[in-house]
């Protein structure tokens, strides 16, 4: 794992998804630290022509060896630590974290130019 968090982000995340994002993390056991756990995203598949994500929290010292990291600073409230796996990272470069246009669709979408 890099110990070293970049400025480079690989992909943005709405303001309505780090929203619900910061919930779920903060009700996490250690979540509330902002320095503990990171958002891991990885592209685990393809379906069609869209590709599938796996998404959870993972401990930052327990990253992969060839994640990319950076942060979304704010207060410490709202600062979330991000990553994205090495393999995963040309094929998330541009992508946004967002939540359903559909507000009856539960979760987060990742709107990704790439395919």
Do not use: C
């Not at 709405?14 to 509330?32: H, P």
């Not at 090495?86 to 990704?112: F, W």
Request: a negative charge.
């Amino acid at each position: 794992m890099s110990d070293t968090l970049t400025a480079e982000r690989i992909m943005e995340v709405s303001d309505s998804a780090l929203t619900k994002v910061l919930e779920v993390r903060n009700s996490q056991d250690d979540g509330e630290d902002p320095t503990t756990l990171a958002l891991f995203i990885e592209v685990t598949g393809v379906s069609g022509v869209d590709y599938v994500y796996d998404l959870a929290f993972v401990p930052v010292d327990e990253l992969p060896d060839d994640s990319h990291r950076w942060s979304l600073d704010g207060e410490a409230s709202t600062s979330l630590q991000m990553a994205v796996g090495g393999e995963s990272r040309t094929k998330l470069a541009g992508a946004t974290l967002d939540l359903p246009n559909n507000p009856i669709q539960g979760g987060l979408v990742i709107r990704n130019p790439n395919r």
